[in-house]
C-alpha cells in the first residue's frame, strides 16, 4: 500500500523560503517518477516540479529558478525546495508518485504567501 505523508507547508511573506517534504512508504522513490503539483482556489491541479527515477528534474516554467525537487534515498523522501516565493505561489501542494500507470497522491499541505 502506497502512502505519500506530505509537511513543512504554513505561511511566509513574498521572497521567503518553505521546504516541503514528502514521505513515502509502499513505493521506491530512488527508482519511480514523483512529483509536486499545487491546487490553487478555483484552478485546476497543477504540475510544479518531478524528478524521474533517473534523477532527472522537471520544471514548470512559473517556478524554474526558485524552486527545486530533491530525493533522499536513505529516508525514501521527497523535497520541494522553495525560495523567491510569490503571492501567487499560493496553494494546496501534493506529493504524486507515478508507478505502473497509477498515481498516488498525499493529503496536501497549505502554503500561504502574503504580499
Known amino acids: 500500500q502506497v502512502q505519500l505523508v506530505e509537511s513543512g507547508g504554513g505561511w511566509v511573506q513574498a521572497g521567503g523560503s518553505l521546504r516541503l517534504s514528502c514521505a513515502a512508504s509502499?513505493?521506491?522513490?530512488?527508482?519511480?517518477?514523483m512529483g509536486w503539483y499545487r491546487q490553487a482556489p478555483g484552478n485546476q491541479r497543477e504540475l510544479v516540479a518531478r524528478?524521474?527515477?533517473?534523477?532527472?528534474?522537471n520544471y514548470a516554467d512559473s517556478v524554474k529558478g526558485r524552486f527545486t525537487i530533491s530525493r533522499d534515498n536513505t529516508k525514501n523522501t521527497v523535497y520541494l525546495q522553495m525560495n523567491s516565493l510569490k503571492p501567487e505561489d499560493t496553494a494546496v501542494y501534493y506529493c504524486?508518485?507515478?508507478?505502473?500507470?497509477?498515481?498516488?497522491w498525499g493529503q496536501g499541505t497549505q502554503v500561504t504567501v502574503s504580499s
Open positions: 509502499g513505493i521506491c522513490v530512488s527508482i519511480n517518477t
Open positions: 504524486n508518485a507515478h508507478k505502473w500507470s497509477t498515481d498516488y
Open positions: 524528478i524521474t527515477g533517473g534523477g532527472q528534474g
